[in-house]
């Protein structure tokens, strides 16, 4: 399996952006499909976005749609997640994770998941 290891949370004011990366290792990471996931205190992690082995197609979840984006570098073994416009709701550990495809990554079939980054949204 492929190893996971985020980086880039923090605290941010509310309107502010924030990126996130994500450093694979241990297996070839381009025939993975890569996400971003995330859960707030209190909910279940739920599926954020996608982006599949050559990076030429990503999914989003409604509630992220054109305010992030996910990104891949094949090269670089990393992918990225820049979030702007955040909302105190953005507020959520997030979670990297690998998959046979960015489709099973959408339907929660995950391979490998990453320890997780912090982001913090203030108001």
């Known amino acids: 399996q492929v190893q996971l290891v985020e980086s880039g949370g923090g605290l941010v004011q509310a309107g502010g952006s924030l990126r996130l990366s994500c450093a694979a290792s241990?297996?070839?990471?381009?025939?993975?499909?890569m996400g971003w996931f995330r859960q707030a205190p209190g909910k279940e992690r739920e599926f954020a976005a996608a982006?599949?082995?050559?990076?030429?197609?990503?999914y989003y979840a409604d509630s992220v749609k054109g305010r992030f984006t996910i990104s891949r570098d094949n090269a670089k073994n990393t992918v990225y997640l820049q979030m702007g416009s955040l909302k105190p709701e953005d507020t959520a550990v997030y979670y990297c994770?690998?998959?046979?495809?960015?489709?099973?990554?959408?339907?929660?079939?995950?391979?490998?998941w990453g320890q997780g980054t912090q982001v913090t949204v203030s108001s």
């Open positions: 994770a690998a998959a046979r495809s960015s489709r099973t990554i959408v339907a929660g079939e995950i391979a490998s």
């Open positions: 241990g297996r070839t990471f381009s025939n993975y499909g």
């Open positions: 982006i599949s082995t050559s990076g030429a197609s990503t």
